[in-house]
């Protein structure tokens, strides 16, 4: 760790004008860079006082300085929705993604021992559960903790998945949504999917991938928050999630676009669509080569061994 110290950090209020302020103090660190440990970076992006920077040994872009993980616990309390209507429209605007993840899953194994990773309030772990499969989830939001247990009926421990005492060789399929982004180990936690998936088991991720349109953005001169800091920590690439993958010993990783989200708004709807469609289409007719930049991707790789 840079500075080996924790730095009191000031109030947001200079977050930006344009963007709401983010309402809560937080606590940061300094860090060496979570895939590699170097301690040199570059800064590439500010959301506000948020820097994201770019390791100059391995190229990954991490958030640094970054919240305490104190700090970001008492944050994720708040992170997802609260009413019951915020809950159904987030439900809608997911189940285009879950659907297509279900399939894809249903194509290597039709029923096994499913683990879903930061399950939220448990929609896909429902989905799974009414396709024959024996699911259990671990989620860090006590909130959506009790929702899943309380309205859906399903197996969740309170997370994080570190903390859970799960079996070595287990799980069919391991699933993470919107999760490696948040974490403040992601090679440690990549570690932990392979530990508990039985041999010629997978994995299933769901990242969103922002720094080429971050890129973008900063040329046209147009202002936003799209690293969503500092939920996020990090912003993988394809091409670096698959090489910590293979570093801990899965195998035959395989990206999709695997669909795009729905939400309410007609405008990020109306965009979702086109970009979703448009990724989607130029992947198939590309014969899977090519992964438009700045979309979110699946990707789907294997433990070692026979099933
Ligand atoms: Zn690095």
Redesign the pocket.
């Known amino acids: 760790m840079i500075g080996n110290g924790l730095k009191p950090f000031p109030t947001l209020s200079d977050a930006g004008e344009e963007f709401p302020e983010i309402k809560m103090d937080f606590e940061m660190e300094e860090v060496?860079?979570?895939?590699?440990?170097?301690s040199r970076?570059e800064p590439l992006h500010l959301e506000g006082s948020f820097q994201m920077v770019r390791?100059?040994?391995?190229?990954?872009v991490?958030l640094n300085p970054r919240p305490t993980s104190d700090s970001l616990f008492r944050f994720y309390q708040q992170y997802l929705p609260e009413e019951e209507s915020s809950i159904e429209s987030w439900q809608r605007m997911i189940e285009p993604v879950f659907k297509k993840a279900a399939n894809l899953i249903q194509q290597y194994k039709e029923k096994g021992e499913l683990l879903d990773v930061g399950s939220g309030f448990g929609f896909f772990l429902s989905e799974m559960k009414n396709r024959g499969w024996d699911v259990m989830g671990v989620e860090i939001s006590q909130k959506a903790v009790a929702y899943g247990r309380e309205v859906l009926g399903l197996t969740i421990h309170p997370g994080p998945m570190e903390k859970v005492s799960l079996p070595d060789n287990y799980f069919d399929a391991v699933t993470g949504f919107y999760v490696i982004e948040h974490l403040r180990y992601p090679m440690a936690f990549l570690g932990e999917c392979y530990r508990v998936l039985k041999p010629g088991g997978f994995l299933l991720l769901r990242y969103p991938h922002t720094t080429p349109i971050k890129n973008l953005l900063q040329l046209l001169g147009i202002k936003n928050r799209l690293y969503d800091l500092p939920a996020h920590l990090s912003d993988f690439s394809p091409k670096m999630i698959q090489r910590c993958l293979e570093r801990i010993g899965f195998r035959k990783c395989q990206h999709l676009i695997g669909g795009y989200t729905l939400p309410s708004d007609l405008g990020k709807r109306t965009a979702s669509i086109l970009f979703g469609g448009f990724s989607e289409a130029l992947f198939c007719l590309s014969l899977k080569k090519i992964l438009l930049p700045g979309v979110s991707k699946t990707i789907f790789a294997f433990k070692e061994g026979r099933a």
């Open positions: 060496n860079c979570p895939i590699c440990e170097g970076g390791c100059l040994s391995c190229q990954f991490f």
